[in-house]
T-cell receptor, first 114, second 111 residues
Framework: DSGVTQTPKHLITATGQRVTLRCSPRSGDLSVYWYQQSLDQGLQFLIQYYNGEERAKGNILERFSAQQFPDLHSELNLSSLELGDSALYFC?????????????FGEGSRLTVL | GQQLNQSPQSMFIQEGEDVSMNCTSSSIFNTWLWYKQDPGEGPVLLIALYKAGELTSNGRLTAQFGITRKDSFLNISASIPSDVGIYFCAGPNNAGNMLTFGGGTRLMVKP
């Protein structure tokens, strides 16, 4: 158990809909990262938050947004969903904002868009 | 951006065999990391390498940080069924705020 909690574990929705994925980092970790894992794309970095502020942005679509709340949990919002958005979405956390690579990953949220 | 290329993409081996996989990049990395993803789980850090030429072991796993800083290798000795999973190499960008992952090597072990 990494200590990172993600909900929901599975989500099935239709194209055009909007969903919210939730992440609680490990106790004491201030940074939260979101990654997307598709079958043919590997792990793609989406966005990082540190102590409530956006820290780094990767290949995140404009239809996607995220935020980190004062209690440090984070939400990833995916809107106008398309079939290609079907993927595993991972949240990871670390203590600091400088990523030395020691990230702790949750079990992921599997999104299926029909 | 920085890209990491892993090979082989997949391996199907017999229990007890040794395994070698590698990761290469066109740009220099100052840190190399190896993660393992078990089926249905998130990736877990196996080994971190911080110095060119460094050789680090974690049980039956040994990883090396290439001298050129553009590659890294992971070896698994005497494989067992629980070694099954996807092995990712990863490295942080220069700003240290983004971790780039390779495409992964999928390992399957036949008992």
């Amino acid at each position: 158990d990494s200590g990172v909690t993600q909900t929901p574990k599975h989500l099935i929705t239709a194209t055009g809909q909007r969903v919210t994925l939730r992440c609680s980092p490990r106790s004491g970790d201030l940074s939260v990262y979101w990654y997307q894992q598709s079958l043919d794309q590997g792990l793609q970095f989406l966005i990082q938050y540190y102590n409530g502020e956006e820290r780094a942005k990767g290949n995140i679509l404009e239809r996607f947004s995220a935020q980190q709340f004062p209690d440090l949990h984070s939400e990833l919002n995916l809107s106008s969903l398309e079939l290609g958005d079907s993927a595993l979405y991972f949240c990871a956390s670390s203590v600091g904002h400088s990523n030395t690579g020691e990230l702790f990953f949750g079990e992921g949220s599997r999104l299926t868009v029909l | 951006g920085q890209q990491l290329n892993q090979s082989p993409q997949s391996m199907f081996i017999q229990e007890g065999e040794d395994v070698s996989m590698n990761c290469t990049s066109s740009s220099i990395f100052n840190t190399w990391l190896w993660y393992k993803q078990d089926p249905g789980e998130g990736p877990v850090l196996l080994i971190a390498l911080y110095k060119a030429g460094e050789l680090t072991s974690n049980g039956r796993l040994t990883a090396q940080f290439g001298i050129t800083r553009k590659d890294s290798f992971l070896n698994i000795s005497a494989s067992i069924p629980s070694d099954v999973g996807i092995y990712f190499c990863a490295g942080p960008n220069n700003a240290g705020n983004m971790l780039t992952f390779g495409g992964g090597t999928r390992l399957m072990v036949k008992p």
